[in-house]
């Protein structure tokens, strides 16, 4: 069953957040994740949110998306993201 990580990221510095968005890709594809959503317009259409920079993963299953997300090649890039944005990343298990 499919998993996917949701991240709303505010980007607080782009030229280092430009280092970390170069490198990610080779290592999600490693762990079999795809892109579905990288940017784009948003809007929010209920409730009270403050939507920045939009990014869904997904991934063949929770285990795929969980050695991704603690393997040492990602964790190695965590910190340039954390220092260029702030933001959530949730782990979702698809039905």
């Not at 890709?25 to 948003?42: E, Q, S």
């Not at 920079?53 to 990602?74: G, H, K, N, T």
Request: proline share 4%; hydrophobic share 50%; charged share 15%.
């Amino acid at each position: 069953m499919a998993a996917y990580i949701y991240a709303n990221v505010e980007i607080t510095d782009p030229t280092a957040y430009e280092v970390y968005r170069a490198r990610v890709p080779a290592v999600i594809a490693a762990f079999g994740g795809r892109y579905l959503v990288r940017g784009g317009a948003v809007k929010v259409l209920e409730g009270a949110a403050d939507p920045q920079r939009q990014v869904i993963l997904e991934f063949p299953d929770m285990a795929a998306l969980e050695a991704f997300y603690y393997s040492a090649e990602y964790q190695a890039l965590v910190g340039l993201r954390q220092a260029a944005s702030t933001g959530h990343l949730i782990a979702i298990q698809g039905m």
